[in-house]
């Protein structure tokens, strides 16, 4: 399997501006997750779904945070309008909860710069 | 509350050293618990796992045993090598239950 693959890798934008970050989980994968890491806060769970269904989003931060699962297969976080305390990583995971509890599989992650 | 609790970092160590990272935490029942490591640009991957008291996980020379009297699960090397330089996670979750709880992360140095 490819693992869980984000777009983009890197993207530096302006405030104020739109931000799109996009998300394949591994096919089977029935749980996705949405992190964002920062130096100041660490790791933080923003939003995760099960089965396309938000369950959690008591982690985003604001109004100008929305995630989608249109289907098993992606899902987007997007930013709107971005701040420059928005930059950070973040990271797209996705598990299948099994009898040995949640593995978790992350992404390699979006660099997201606003200037 | 379910919590992880990890020892701050930075850990320096040099090379061929033993690793210790100190992993506690306080959870109801018998959650599963994981090692993650990071290293630089990357994501986090699984290190190892345990489900249940008295287990050990291993990988890539890494042991971390699960005592449920403790409450821990300290995470161990014989002899660290400069690749083994990242973040490292510690973290819970149980079978009934979605979310994974992780620490804080300890990041670890190895000098040549």
């Known amino acids: 399997d490819a693992g869980v693959i984000q777009s983009p890798r890197h993207e530096v934008t302006e405030m104020g501006q739109e931000v799109t970050l996009r998300c394949k989980p591994i096919s089977g994968h029935d749980y996705l997750f949405w992190y964002r890491q920062t130096m100041m806060r660490g790791l933080e769970l923003l939003i995760y779904?099960?089965?396309?269904?938000?369950?959690?989003d008591s982690g985003m931060p604001e109004d100008r945070f929305s995630a989608k699962m249109p289907n098993a297969s992606f899902s987007t976080l997007k930013i709107q309008p971005s701040e420059p305390r928005d930059s950070a990583v973040y990271f797209c995971?996705?598990?299948?909860?099994?009898?040995?509890?949640?593995?978790?599989?992350f992404g390699e992650g979006s660099w997201l710069t606003v200037v | 509350g379910n919590s992880v609790t990890q020892m701050e970092g930075p850990v320096t160590l040099s090379e061929e050293a033993f690793l210790t990272i100190n992993c506690t935490y306080t959870a109801t029942g018998y959650p599963s618990l994981f090692w993650y490591v990071q290293y630089p640009g990357e994501g986090l991957q699984l290190l190892l796992k345990a489900t249940k008291a008295d287990d050990k996980g291993s990988n890539k020379g890494f042991e971390a045993t699960y005592r449920k009297e403790t409450t821990s699960f300290h995470l161990e090397k014989g002899s660290v090598q400069v690749s083994d330089s990242a973040v490292y996670f510690c973290a819970l979750s149980y079978s009934s239950a979605s979310k994974i709880i992780f620490g804080s992360g300890t990041r670890l140095s190895i000098r040549p």
């Open positions: 995971a996705s598990s299948f909860l099994g009898r040995s509890g949640n593995t978790i599989y």
């Open positions: 779904f099960n089965n396309n269904v938000p369950i959690d």
